[in-house]
Each structure stands twice: as structure tokens, then as C-alpha cells.
């Protein structure tokens, strides 16, 4: 059978969240959801013209993917021990970037400084694409973000990776330690 994609980007992708939620419940309409549209964006609107939680059944998981703190190669960290040192020295003279206010990126920069207790300055942008390109020119510092976006930039060298927020290091990049290996929890 064919399928359709008709992608509905905005608002953090309440968007095409409500259109989903208001289409007949005949199983021929499907909602890619994120953690934006089920979990963040209940907690950052004001009004949904959906309810996460009532308006969806899933289907199943299609992926899953660790935030990935990555840093321009120029700051002169090598390890999330290092950040908090020089973070610590400095305080309220690092930022980081993240996809936008909100986004995963931006909930595990605040997580970060929370349990740290380290002063960061966030940046946000309007997606990851602006926010890597900015942190590989060195206009920001540092980066939270889905792994997917920052790891081809890691693995050609253009950007440094610190510490992954899964419980256990990524197969993606073994000889990154995971934040709380660093001693920080969450």
C-alpha cells in the first residue's frame, strides 16, 4: 500500500501533532511523536489543541538516541571533569547551544548545570543544523543534542565529544564516557 509522508514542522511539532489528533481514528493517519510532542511541549504551551496522553495510542518505538555535550575543539576541555573545572573559574562565561528552548538539547544543558552546579549561558537556535554550524565556527562553545546530529562532526574531528546522557556508553562512540561516569548523576 502506498504511503504518504506529509511533514507538518512548527511550534516544536504540535503542528502536525494536531493534525494527526484531529484526523478520523481509521489507522490510515500516523503521528511520527517525539519526545517534543508527547512528553516536553505539555510542560512549555500554554494550550495544546491535542492531549498527548488521550489522543494517540503507539505503535511501537522506532529509536531512541542519547544527548550527545559536545564541544568547538578550540575550548580547552578534554572530558566533562575538565568543562566543570573551567566552568567553575569562569562562571557564567561558557554557553552552549542547543535546537531550541525547550528541545532535549536545551532540558539536558539545564539538567547539566543543575547537577554540576556550573553557570552556563544557553543559546537557542531554530534547530540543530544552525547550532552545529555555529559551534564548529566557534561562536558558541558547547552543545547539547541528539547524538545523530553531532556525531558525523565528531567523527570528522570538527567538534570534540565530552560525555554521552546514556546510563551506558553509546556503540557509536565506546570511547566516549557517559556524563554520570564523569560524576554526574541524572
Do not use: W
Not at 500554554?46 to 489522543?55: I, M, Q, R, S
Not at 572530558?79 to 573551567?86: F, G, N, P, R, W
Not at 560525555?163 to 562512540?173: D, F, H, N
Amino acid at each position: 500500500q502506498a504511503v504518504m509522508v506529509d511533514n507538518r514542522g512548527g511550534a516544536g511539532g504540535n503542528v502536525g501533532a494536531e493534525v494527526v489528533a484531529k484526523a478520523p481514528a481509521d489507522g490510515y493517519t500516523v503521528l511520527m511523536g517525539t519526545v517534543g510532542t508527547q512528553a516536553i511541549n505539555i510542560t512549555l504551551y500554554k494550550h495544546l489543541a491535542f492531549d498527548p496522553a488521550k489522543d494517540f495510542v503507539p505503535i511501537g518505538q522506532v529509536a531512541s538516541a542519547p544527548v550527545l555535550l559536545v564541544a568547538n575543539p578550540k575550548l580547552p576541555v578534554n572530558s566533562v571533569k575538565d568543562l566543570i573545572a573551567l566552568a567553575k573559574q569562569k562562571p557564567g562565561a561558557l554557553n552552549y547551544g542547543s535546537a531550541g528552548s525547550g528541545s532535549p538539547g536545551h532540558l539536558s544543558g539545564e539538567l547539566f548545570k543543575s547537577m554540576a552546579g556550573v553557570e552556563l549561558t544557553h543559546i537557542p537556535y531554530k534547530g540543530s543544523a544552525p547550532a552545529i554550524a555555529n559551534l564548529i565556527g566557534g561562536e558558541i562553545q558547547l552543545m547539547f543534542d541528539p547524538i545523530q546530529s553531532p556525531l558525523p562532526h565528531v567523527k570528522s574531528g570538527a567538534l570534540k565529544a565530552l560525555g554521552v546522557s546514556s546510563a551506558e556508553r553509546s556503540p557509536l562512540l565506546p570511547d566516549t564516557p557517559t556524563i554520570a561516569e564523569a560524576g554526574v548523576p541524572g
